[in-house]
């Protein structure tokens, strides 16, 4: 079956410390790869996307995600946190016309 | 541009009243989708459209029922509200399994 696999339920970090969140998908080809932001009460925010080409993603506010292929991951990185950074973090994959999210990942910033 | 309206914002039912949630968008954009999100699960994707006319099943499809009459419109509605739909629905919208654009979101408490 088609899923979407965030290992990390909390993740906690200090400020300026890096970071990366994990993010498996298991489809039969490679789909389209996104992760999204929630601050609390929010919506959600578009941090940045792969569709295809580098697998190198840069994305707003600092973040990053490479895709491997080998591994079917779609990590989100960023070098340093801020205490603004402090969210849920969702990565989504897009298939078949659907477009189906994990469970997030919520980051907590210690000062 | 007012991108992907919601409504309600917020509602109380009691167990087995119906009720319909609005999602507009005015993006002219052909897919749709309705989310729910609940704490430690992510977004689960309900029912989706890929254009006027059309819907389609997603993860948890069962209890609601969906339409889209038209582009602009994709409506959820619950027939018999149950205290497991207690949630916050989330509607989206996009060009093709692109960037997705969501309402901010319509609190439903069922009682």
């Known amino acids: 079956a088609q899923s979407v696999t965030q290992p990390d339920i909390h993740i906690t970090v200090s400020e300026g410390a890096s970071l990366e969140l994990r993010c498996n998908y298991s489809?039969?080809?490679?789909?389209?790869l996104f992760w999204y932001v929630q601050s609390p009460g929010q919506g959600l925010q578009l941090l940045l996307k792969y569709f295809s080409g580098d697998t190198l993603v840069q994305g707003i506010k600092g973040f990053e995600a490479e895709f491997k292929r080998s591994q079917s991951s779609f990590n989100l990185r960023k070098p340093s946190v801020h205490w603004s950074d402090a969210a849920e973090y969702f990565c989504?994959?897009?298939?078949?016309?659907?477009?189906?999210f994990g469970k997030g990942t919520r980051l907590h910033i210690l000062p | 541009n007012a991108g992907v309206t919601q409504t309600p914002k917020f509602r109380v039912l009691k167990t087995g009243q119906s009720m319909t949630l609005l999602c507009a968008q005015d993006m002219n954009h052909e897919y749709m989708y309705w989310y729910r999100q609940d704490p430690g699960m992510g977004l689960r994707l309900i029912h989706y459209?890929?254009?006027?006319?059309?819907?389609a099943k997603g993860e948890v499809p069962d209890g609601y029922n969906v339409s889209r009459l038209k582009k602009q419109n994709f409506l959820l509605g619950l027939e018999s509200a149950a205290p497991s739909q207690t949630s916050v629905y989330f509607c989206?919208?996009?060009?093709?399994?692109?960037?997705?654009?969501f309402g901010e979101g319509s609190r439903l408490t069922v009682l």
């Open positions: 989206a919208s996009t060009v093709n399994t692109g960037e997705l654009f």
């Open positions: 489809y039969g080809a490679t789909p389209y």
């Open positions: 459209s890929v254009g006027e006319g059309t819907t």
């Open positions: 989504a994959v897009g298939r078949d016309d659907k477009i189906i």
